[in-house]
């Protein structure tokens, strides 16, 4: 039984991981990101350090929580066992936040 519930985390996570891979590349940001995805473990790089820290902010504001490792990314770290009406739920809250006129 346990192997079934790892094989079960993995599958998933593989589905999530392509599934917000996929998203982030039709998302119309300012600049066009670096995307990094291993796993669960998503980056987004851009080359305005100002443009991913307004990002961010405004996520927070919206219940969002993503983290940065240098001041001109984001990354988030969804759970193993996310579904998918949540993943759409924050990448929406996510493509809401990538456009500021004053960016």
Do not use: H, Q
Request: aromatic letters at 8%.
């Amino acid at each position: 039984m346990v192997e079934d519930d790892k094989k079960k985390l993995l599958d998933n996570a593989l589905i999530a991981s392509k599934y917000i891979k996929s998203r982030l590349e039709t998302m119309n940001f300012k600049s066009k990101p670096e995307i990094r995805v291993k796993g669960l473990a998503i980056g987004v790089v851009f080359e305005n350090s100002e443009y991913s820290s307004a990002i961010i902010s405004r996520a927070f504001r919206k219940g969002l929580l993503i983290a940065s490792a240098t001041s001109s990314d984001f990354i988030m770290f969804p759970a193993l066992d996310i579904d998918k009406k949540t993943l759409k739920e924050g990448l929406d809250i996510s493509e809401s936040c990538i456009w500021d006129k004053r960016l």
